[in-house]
Each structure stands twice: as structure tokens, then as C-alpha cells.
């Protein structure tokens, strides 16, 4: 995987939470930022270090379009329990294999309807029989979301007591309500076992899931979860993880023009090393990075979208003055649009006292 540049803090962080995991204090890490800024690499060195302290870990993620109850839970067990979905895109197709592969003598008890409960509580069901404690029995066929709800945290808590846990909740953005409430719940769980939480999700997509939204807002009273939010990378590293990635090919000429392309966002970074010609290098932006930049300006008003194309203009850093001298709106429509921008992190502020702010994005 190479060597790891720009989140030796926070990798340090982790790894302590996993270290207090171990003694039963275990505890919840809300992992953020915008598209590319390193969290899956980020998580995968815990991971890791987990593993050599014999950690078991479940992966569960949001997927885009999916709007399936437990959908992030569901898939997290699926792959501890190694159930396949095969590449295949019918729901009921997956759920009747993995119903069959699970406990194939409740095949005919459970109606298969694209239900996930009725596939969660197979896993259940399967999950049991491994440890031995179980044989195969019938399932309600009118098991409801707090059925499924408890079997899903019966089951967590059942596997923490035998070894320790750390469950990653990657694109919590597109995570499913039922989902969310059982990540609610497995915060309070930890703080008293050997579970470690890491919950990720991206920035600029928080606003499309209310749910999420509130989640948060919820277990921040209870003070459940640390915060760690990640920046783009600094020149200095831009500098060193371009060096890395080509084998030391980059000058620090050619290095500090990635930076100024890329703002320091480390997928772009990646993208930009990968496709480059050394023998005739020219910094260009590939067609794989559209989607993300897309990403980062969709909603955004015509207004704001004006400003950022001047503010681009202009260059990495400009001044309230220069905008408004070339953006003709009104001083107060500006303000509103600087506001509008540092909130979304597409801009931020440099020097207060000299109105001078600074491009947190690329378009």
C-alpha cells in the first residue's frame, strides 16, 4: 500500500481507541470530510492495527439509491457470515440465496418478498448455529423492525463477548434510518465493551439524508463519538505523497503545481501521479475526478457558482474587493454568497482583517 503521508495524528488517535477497546472501554469516532480526503485509507491502517490485536471486523456501508431497512448492518454480517451477492442487482434474488444459504428449513416458513428482515433473521438464525448454541428453528413470519432490531443487537453484543470488535460504517451519508438507530444504540453499547466504532461519511452529502442529520445531533447530546474531520493534505505532504506515489519521477516543481491543481485533495493527487506522462509530465485533471469535483458543486446557487468561478479566476487566494469589483453584485449579495461558500468548505477565510480568503476546492 506504500507509505503513509498526512494522517499520522489521526491515525495515532485510532489506534489508542482501539488499544482502550481492548480494556472494555471501548467508543465511537465520527470520521468526515469531503470526497477524496483519505478516510477509507485512513481506516484501513485501524483496521489493520486491529487485526494484529485479534480484533473480528465488520464492514457495513451505505449504498446510493438503496433504500432498504438495515441495508448497512445487513451488509456488514453479510460479509462476516461470507454470503455472496453473486454481481447480481435483483434484491429478491440476493435475499432468497441468502435466506437459503443460512437455513435453508426456513425457506418455506419465511415468504421471500425482498424483505430484509426476514433475510436478517436468517442471518441470525445462521450466526447461532456457528457458535453452537442454536439449531435450526422456524422464524415469525410477522417479525417486525424492533424483531429484527434486537436480533441485530443481540448479536453484536453476543460476538463482543467473545472477541473484540471493530465495526466500520463507511458512507454513512446513504445510510437507511433502521440503520442509523442501530449505530445509535452500538455508541451507548461500547462504551462498556470491546467494541470500536468508526462511522464515516462525506461532508457535502449530510444534507440529503435528515436522518443522519438528526442522528448526529442526538448522540452529540449524549456525547457518544469523537469528531475528527479531515482536511485536504498541506503542500508539504502534497509534496512528499507525490514523491511516493512516483517513485520520486516528481521534482518539487512538478509537485507544488499538483498541489495548486488539487488544493491537496488526496484522491486527486492520486488520479493526477497515475495518468501522468513523466517523460513529457503535464498537469491535468482525468476524466475519473469529474464525478467528485461535480459532486462538491451540485446545489449550489447561480450566485455562489458565479462567485467560485471569479474566485477561481482570480487565483488561489483573492480579496473581497477584487470579487465584488469583478462580480458586480451588490455588497451584500457578495457577503451572502462568501458565507454561502465557507459554510459548504468551497472557500474558506485566510486574514479577517484583510477580507482576504482562499480556494478550498477545484472547478
Known sequence: MGKFIGRE???????QKVDSALGKKGSTVFLFGNAGTGKTRLVSEAIKYAKDKNFKILVGEGIKGVDVDFEVMFSALKKYLIIKDRGESDEKGKLLRAIKHASP?????????????????SLFVRYKEEQGELKPREIDSNADKDTMFNLFKEMINDLSSKVPLLLFFDN?????????????????LAIEKRIFIICSYDLEHVKENPQLRDTIQRMNREKLFLEMPLQNLTEPETIELVSELSKEKA????AKEIYSKTNGNMFLIEEIVKNINWKNPKIELPETTKEIIEGRLKDISENDRKVLEIANAIGKQFTFSQLLEK????????????DSLIDKKLIKEIDASKDLYEMNCII
Open 172 to 188: 454513512l451519508h446513504f445510510a437507511d434510518e433502521e440503520s442509523l438507530k442501530i449505530m445509535h444504540y452500538l455508541s451507548r
Open 327 to 338: 462580480s458586480n453584485l451588490p455588497e451584500e449579495k457578495l457577503m451572502d454568497s462568501i
Open 105 to 121: 428449513d426456513i425457506v418455506a416458513v419465511v415468504p421471500i418478498v425482498g424483505d430484509i428482515i426476514a433475510a436478517g433473521t
Open 251 to 254: 521534482g518539487e516543481k512538478t
Open 9 to 15: 495524528k489521526e491515525l495515532s488517535i485510532l489506534k
